[in-house]
């Protein structure tokens, strides 16, 4: 034996023989015996894990396996020839279909494509049945449902049909804006704009006269317009490029069109082009106060108005809009 051996067999008797007890020496050389037959069988893989009368069974369950494998193995070796002899059956069946299958998609295609066109033309037709029975509210609210379609069409690959929506959406929205704008002129005109309300009772009925319709009318051109765009999400800090603040003047470069709030300015720029423009005594270029002293002043008598009444109405996209700051850049911009 090694030295290593030499040393483990004596700290084994070290440990087994105590106080110089000989007498279990026979049964620990019994110990030695065993644990080396049972290394020997180890290292010549004839370990014994089972009893002799096991055996049978053992042999049985293999042979029985080994029959199972071939039955397998048979199974795999037919089904392997059955796909071969398929293969050829299959790629004639594949191009047999596939023209087939190109029909159906393309019908499928043709057939969303209808459906697309014909939402189209059904809410284009409401907006002219609407407008032609005298309901401009009834033809905004088809508007609106065909500027729906019109945002779900504006990934489309099919060019054509998203021009065909497009065009139609523009044409719907001038001749809406057109009759909307022009009935709220008339409401303006009995209102007597742009004079300024007064507290007097005059003033106040004709204001109850006239609030409903100007809240109607203002509410159509609001969905007419362009809302500006969605808030900036939670976290964003500082006003977007090219903003200022809501308090501040000039708004941003690219306004939102606040189609009723242009509306209320109209007389007033008209109201400027006849006194600054032209052969009028009061187009002074020495006199520039003049133009200020004047839009200053509709500025001061407005601003109660813009605040108090309008801003109230500007709910949904146009939340965010200032409507005494959209009022203020207008006069100053016709200067």
């Not at 000989?22 to 110990?31: A, H």
């Not at 939670?234 to 242009?262: A, M, Q, S, T």
Request: hydrophobic share 35%.
């Amino acid at each position: 034996n090694s030295g290593g051996g030499s040393h483990a067999m004596d700290q084994y008797l070290d440990e087994t023989i105590i106080d110089d007890n000989f007498r279990v020496l026979p049964d620990v050389l019994k110990s030695l015996k065993k644990e080396r037959d049972h290394l020997k069988a180890q290292l010549t893989g004839t370990v014994e894990t089972t009893t002799v009368g096991e055996w049978p069974s053992i042999v049985l369950d293999i042979q029985s396996t080994l029959k199972d494998l071939d039955i397998l193995h048979d199974r795999c070796t037919e089904l392997d020839r059955s796909s071969q002899l398929l293969d050829p059956v299959l790629i004639k069946c594949a191009k047999a279909i596939e023209p087939k299958v190109e029909e159906l998609v393309d019908a499928q295609r043709s057939q969303s494509y209808l459906k697309w066109l014909k939402a189209v033309q059904k809410w284009s037709g409401s907006i002219d049945i609407c407008l032609k029975r005298g309901s401009p509210q009834d033809a905004v609210r088809a508007y609106s449902k065909l500027s729906s379609i019109v945002g779900q069409l504006r990934n489309s690959k099919c060019a054509h049909l998203k021009r065909y929506a497009t065009d139609i959406q523009q044409h719907w929205c001038a001749r809406l804006q057109d009759r909307v704008t022009s009935d709220f002129l008339v409401m303006l005109k009995e209102l007597k704009w742009p004079t300024p309300l007064s507290s007097s009772s005059h003033t106040q009925d004709l204001w109850n006269k006239c609030h409903h319709r100007f809240t109607e009318l203002f509410n159509l051109l609001l969905e007419l317009g362009t809302p500006p765009p969605p808030v900036p999400p939670h976290g964003h800090h500082g006003p977007p490029h090219g903003h200022h603040d809501p308090e501040g003047c000039p708004p941003r470069l690219h306004d939102p069109v606040v189609l009723p709030i242009n509306v209320l300015l109209d007389p007033l720029k008209k109201r400027f082009q006849f006194h600054f423009y032209g052969n009028k005594k009061t187009n002074m270029k020495e006199k520039p106060e003049w133009y200020f002293t004047q839009v200053s002043a509709w500025i001061n008598d407005h601003s109660h108005f813009m605040e108090k009444i309008v801003q109230p109405m500007m709910q949904g996209p146009y939340q965010g809009v200032n409507a005494r700051v959209r009022h203020l850049p207008g006069p100053h911009s016709i200067l």
